[in-house]
């Protein structure tokens, strides 16, 4: 079987490129975490506070209010998510801040993964594995 080649105009990173690319990419994980929670906790508000019957003009402005809110955090978390695209990055899990990066390794794509609270980029996995297949990264894993 032939090595397959990478995509033109598709970034891949070096582990060394990854880690360089982190204080970046950490910041923008961090508030992604941070609005993903507050975005779940608001949309739970605002089931708790919907009436069952008629709602007084008050509590629908109230409910107007929080949907509005809401909306903005949305129009955030989509500004955050064109960020890491930009960057090459590709947003896994909002919740935890688990990111992968595409990378070439002997001959194929693969993502490297980084989350959250690492120190660095030190994890590895298949494009359909995702992150329960996820392996250490050895000096010698061959990333191109």
Same mark, same amino acid.
């Given at each position: 079987?032939? =090595?397959?080649?990478?995509?033109?105009n598709k970034k891949y990173f070096t582990?060394?490129? =990854?880690?360089s690319a982190l204080p970046l990419v950490r910041a923008i994980a961090?508030? !992604?975490?941070?609005?993903?929670?507050?975005?779940r906790e608001r949309y739970q508000r605002l089931g708790r506070n919907r009436p069952g019957g008629a709602a007084s003009?008050?509590?629908?402005?109230?409910? &107007? &209010?929080?949907e509005a809110e809401?909306?903005?955090?949305h129009e955030r978390m989509r500004e955050y998510e064109a960020e890491l695209?930009?960057?090459?990055?590709?947003?896994?899990?909002?919740?935890?801040?688990?990111?992968?990066?595409p990378a070439w390794m002997e001959g194929r794509?693969?993502?490297?993964?980084w989350r959250l609270?690492? =120190?660095? !980029?030190?994890?590895?996995?298949e494009l359909e594995a995702g992150f329960a297949g996820r392996q250490k990264l050895t000096v010698d894993a061959g990333l191109a």
């Open positions: 079987m032939a =090595a397959r080649k990478p995509m033109p582990v060394q490129e =990854a880690n961090r508030d !992604v975490a941070e609005l993903a929670h507050d975005l003009e008050a509590h629908q402005e109230e409910m &107007q &209010q929080m809401l909306e903005g955090a695209r930009q960057l090459g990055v590709d947003l896994k899990d909002p919740f935890t801040g688990l990111l992968d990066f794509p693969v993502y490297l993964c609270g690492e =120190a660095e !980029v030190g994890h590895w996995h």
